[in-house]
Each structure stands twice: as C-alpha cells, then as structure tokens.
T-cell receptor
Framework: GDSVTQMEGPVTLSEEAFLTINCTYT??????LFWYVQYPGEGLQLLLK?????DKGSNKGFEATYRKETTSFHLEKGSVQVSDSAVYFC???????????FGSGTRLQVQP | DAGVIQSPRHEVTEMGQEVTLRCKPI?????LFWYRQTMMRGLELLIY????????DSGMPEDRFSAKMPNASFSTLKIQPSEPRDSAVYFC????????????FGPGTRLTVT
C-alpha cells in the first residue's frame, strides 16, 4: 500500500539556520505530494504541494521538489524563525484517491 | 468563514461509555474526512464522505466506531462502547472538489478514555 516515511524528530535549530526535513514515499502511479504544518493546539494546515514530477511547491519561504526518480519530497527553508516551530507532516494523495496518507510527522524546534 | 468546527474540544470519559464527536465542515465543501492521531500510529484516515455519502470506511477500527453525515453541514463520529485504546486526537477535515488537493482541518477533539 501507499506509505510516507519522514525523518525522526525532534529537529532543533537556531534561528536563521538552514532546514531540511527528509520525506520519501511509496505509491503506485503518480501521487500528489504535500507538506502540512501543525502548530500547537491547532489542526493541520496545508503548507505547500506538488502534483507532478519536477514540480516545486513553495510557500512562506519553504520549498519542496517532487523527485520521482528518488521518490522524495524533502522540505527546505533557507533561514528558519522561532515562529516556524511546529510539527511538519509529509503526505501523499494517490492517483484517483481523495484521502491523504501521512508520514509520522517531524517536530521542529527553533531556538532564538 | 469560520473554518471547520469540531466539538467538544476535549472529552474525558470512562471505559464503556458512549462518545459522540461532532463536526461542521466549511460551507460549500462536499468532502468530509475523519482522522485519528496517536503517538503510536500517527495520523490515520478513518472514513470520508462525498456529498454526505460514505466513500471509504476501511480505516474504521471496528464495529464500535460509526460515522454519519445526515446533511452537508454536520457529521458525527460515535464510539460505543469506548475503550482506553481509543484515546487520541480526532480531526475532521473538509475539502471542495475543485480544490481537490487541499483539506481544511478542524482544531481536533482530544479524547481521553479512562
């Protein structure tokens, strides 16, 4: 079945550091890929998406590129802020399917 | 728009009791999803509806769980009888078919079964 694997957290960084959170997936066909973010006490929010190979999703300084050859969708940000502290979820939507399959989530802690 | 509304935000109940979680999707959205989040299993899809009709309930753990969507603006997830292993955060999400990639999540209901 479909699955998403994320790097274990927590990831602890200093403000202005470079962020990478790794995500790889297993799915048949051509899934759509997403990053969702969950701030404390809140529901998940869509951060960015990519719907086909080589697409780059971007939002709020975060970027991720859909790499079909490596089945990856790594999240990056050049300079993190304390306000980026949250849990980040990689997810996929399989071809023809509405529901999302989520990774386990990676907690990011940014220290001032 | 008020976003997806869930109630209650917190629920503490004793084993064996019936629990009902409620969700109001965003007006105009025609897909509704129920997810469960636990430390051990992460975020799992339980069931989803399209135009009030259940489409995929393969994630519903067992017969103790049931979900209904009597109209476009309301859904319930019921657990009867509840067990300690049902303790989790339950999220409701909705989406619009034309924006098929984005799901809008509610704040969740934290359920504790003692």
């Amino acid at each position: 079945g479909d699955s998403v694997t994320q790097m274990e957290g927590p990831v602890t960084l200093s403000e202005e550091a470079f962020l990478t959170i790794n995500c790889t997936y297993t799915a048949t066909g051509y899934p759509s890929l997403f990053w969702y973010v969950q701030y404390p006490g809140e529901g998940l929010q869509l951060l960015l998406k990519a719907t086909k190979a080589d697409d780059k999703g971007s939002n709020k300084g975060f970027e991720a590129t859909y790499r079909k050859e490596t089945t990856s969708f790594h999240l990056e940000k050049g300079s993190v802020q304390v306000s980026d502290s949250a849990v980040y979820f990689c997810a996929l939507s399989a071809t023809g399917r509405r529901a999302l399959t989520f990774g386990s989530g990676t907690r990011l802690q940014v220290q001032p | 728009d008020a976003g997806v509304i869930q109630s209650p935000r917190h629920e503490v109940t004793e084993m064996g009791q019936e629990v009902t979680l409620r969700c109001k999707p965003i007006s105009g959205h025609d897909y509704l999803f129920w997810y469960r989040q636990t430390m051990m299993r992460g975020l799992e899809l339980l069931i989803y509806f399209n135009n009030n009709v259940p489409i995929d309930d393969s994630g519903m753990p067992e017969d103790r769980f049931s979900a209904k969507m009597p109209n476009a603006s309301f859904s319930t997830l019921k657990i009867q009888p509840s067990e300690p292993r049902d303790s989790a955060v339950y999220f409701c999400a909705s989406s619009f078919y034309r924006a098929k990639y984005e799901q809008y999540f509610g704040p969740g209901t934290r359920l504790t079964v003692t």
